[in-house]
């Protein structure tokens, strides 16, 4: 009995060495990325290379701002993040209507809706770009955000959370006279907290690394994405790997720092999504 | 029609809530498809598109010449090579990582869970810089880290087939978590009875995973295949970024292709039909997924 108790202990030994490396593994990216945006530029290039930067500098980071222009990037970041909250509550909306309300052509609608996460985004960027550029929203702000405002994954999780808040909850506000708006922003939106928090997680992380779309239809630098604008960046100072380290710190530090926070969530966001 | 509308009146708010949501899915997704179609047996570019009437009708033009464009087929064949090597080791990855962080309940396993799944949720386009400057052949980690077991430098974005490995190898490092996530939620539902059972019947650990534990993942798993193996098939991100799909369109996508012709080239139905061969790739590889999942679905 004793020397299985042992085997035991000496298993889970293993088991946590293993994780420990793949761990290292997997940061050393990271890692790599946090030390080398803080050395200058010959330092970088060392051969062999230094592991801690020697003369730790901001300079990449003032350059991302002083010469690239990040502080436009990051604003425009912003703005999509600030927009994508409306969209969220768009599909908030239409998530409660297919959970909570009988209407004709309900069922084909909703299976609609799903049916649209099945297109790759290849198959309709052409022509959306085509329909943007006849409404003259090619290489606007406008163009970039309004194709992203509703997600049918997003309609679909907000369906199945709000399937479970009882009927009759909402047929008492209806009696005390709550008009269907009050009841959804008042009663609904507080009961479905849980929900939205982690929708507005998914969402901000979504929407702060959207590249794709805005690659396509922000022609100009001033409506770049940082994504966008890390990518240019990299095409024009290839070898400045200092600088490009330190755009991509910019970009993932805020996500990881968020991860961290509110990590919780957003695994549970992923299990409670109905993937049982 | 009158009581249509009446109707309508009558029972409005649903139709409102779901009108802003369902208006962008019609305009930005379901009109769109039908429109590619269209746009597919056309010629449009860029000319086209300034004045319409120099689109013409071309047929089957495109699916013709694009069966016959060597660059296409070279995407094609390297989007096969990515899905071939790259699905089976996300999911045998994901599913070792999640049995062995399952393995335990202290703290440590809750830090490592985070830690794996952190590449899943950063930028694709920072990795994508981050693991470049790690693959430079002169300057990067991992050609010195080979230089001190004097291993000569690898040209790992600089060779067709090591650069597809390369941009595999970092695409299953960012994949990893969010399906690892999804194998521990299946692993934790497993209730503990079949375990009992297992060791009654005098089953050893790893008769116990290959009966017991792995089928009863096979939900997780087929949930897990088709979602990568969409992924794959839309492989963008990191050939765009990384390799810009070249050595000698080594490393050349797909949906690389697709974007390239549509909006570098403005040969917009080329591109159109392109990406229907694309989906028609992603139904039929769903269809069989669905075909396997029914054959073994006894359990």
Excluded at chain 1, 102 to 130: C, D, H, R, S, W
Excluded at chain 1, 155 to 178: H, K, N, V, Y
Excluded at chain 2, 196 to 224: C, M, Y
Aim: glycine residues 6%; proline residues 5%; positive net charge.
């Amino acid at each position: 009995m004793k020397s299985k108790r042992k085997y035991k202990k000496l298993e889970e030994i293993l088991i946590t060495l293993l994780l420990i490396a793949g761990g290292v593994l997997v940061s050393i990216p990271f890692l790599w990325m946090i030390f080398s945006s803080f050395k200058p530029a010959n330092e970088v290039l060392a051969m062999p290379p230094t592991l801690l930067p020697e003369n730790p500098t901001f300079e990449n980071y003032q350059n991302l701002f002083t010469n690239m222009s990040f502080g436009i990037y990051l604003r425009n970041t912003l703005i999509i993040v600030l927009f994508s909250f409306i969209g969220l509550f768009f599909n908030g909306m239409a998530g409660y209507a297919f959970a909570k309300f009988n209407f004709k052509g309900k069922e084909p609608i909703f299976y609609t809706v799903l049916a649209t996460m099945m297109i790759p985004a290849q198959v309709t960027m052409i022509p959306v770009y085509l329909i943007l550029n006849q409404l003259g929203l090619t290489n606007t702000m406008a163009g970039i955000i309004l194709p992203g405002l509703a997600a049918a994954f997003s309609i679909f999780l907000f369906r199945q959370f709000m399937s479970t808040i009882p009927t009759d909850l909402i047929e008492a506000a209806r009696l005390d006279g709550a008009g269907e708006f009050r009841i959804f922003f008042r009663l609904i939106v507080p009961i479905a907290k849980p929900i939205f928090a982690v929708q507005a997680i998914l969402t901000f992380i979504g929407a702060w690394n959207s590249f794709l779309w805005p690659l396509i239809i922000a022609s100009d630098q001033r409506l770049y994405t940082l994504s966008v604008g890390l990518s240019l960046l990299q095409g024009q100072h290839a070898s400045n790997f200092g600088l490009q380290m330190a755009g991509a710190a910019f970009m993932v530090v805020p996500i990881i720092l968020i991860f961290a926070f509110f990590q919780k969530y957003i695994i549970e966001g992923f299990t409670m999504s109905g993937l049982k | 029609m009158g009581d249509i509308f009446k109707y309508l009146y009558k029972n409005r708010y649903p139709y409102i809530f779901i009108a802003p949501a369902l208006f962008i899915l019609i305009s930005f997704s379901i009109v769109p498809i039908v429109l590619a179609f269209g746009i597919s047996f056309t010629d449009i570019n860029l000319r086209g598109l300034a004045d319409w009437s120099r689109i013409s009708f071309v047929g089957l033009d495109n699916y013709i010449s694009l069966l016959t464009d060597d660059v296409f087929i070279k995407s094609v064949l390297n989007t096969l090579f990515y899905v071939i090597i790259g699905v089976p080791l996300v999911i045998v990855c994901s599913m070792g990582t999640a049995l062995l962080l399952n393995y335990g309940k202290n703290r440590i396993f809750t830090v490592f869970r985070a830690v794996y799944y952190m590449p899943s949720i950063t930028n694709i386009v920072a990795v994508a810089v981050i693991w470049g400057f790690l693959y430079n052949t002169h300057y990067g980690l991992f050609n010195y880290l080979l230089s001190v077991v004097n291993i000569d430098a690898v040209p790992w974005l600089e060779q067709p087939t090591i650069a597809k490995l390369s941009l595999i190898a970092l695409a299953v490092w960012k994949g990893l978590g969010l399906n690892m996530i999804i194998f521990l939620a299946a692993l934790q539902g497993i209730p503990k009875e079949y375990y009992e059972a297992a060791k009654i019947d005098g089953a050893n650990r790893w008769q116990t995973l290959r009966h017991v534990t792995i089928p009863l993942l096979s939900f997780a798993t087929f949930f897990v295949t088709i979602t990568t193996l969409i992924g794959w098939l839309q492989f963008f991100e990191e050939p765009y970024v990384m390799t810009n799909g070249g050595p000698l369109d080594g490393t050349l996508s797909m949906a690389l292709f697709i974007y390239r012709n549509g909006f570098q080239l403005s040969e917009m139905g080329y591109a159109a039909a392109g990406s229907f061969i694309l989906f028609f790739f992603i139904i039929v590889a769903t269809i069989v997924q669905f075909k396997v999942r029914k054959a073994d679905a006894d359990y």
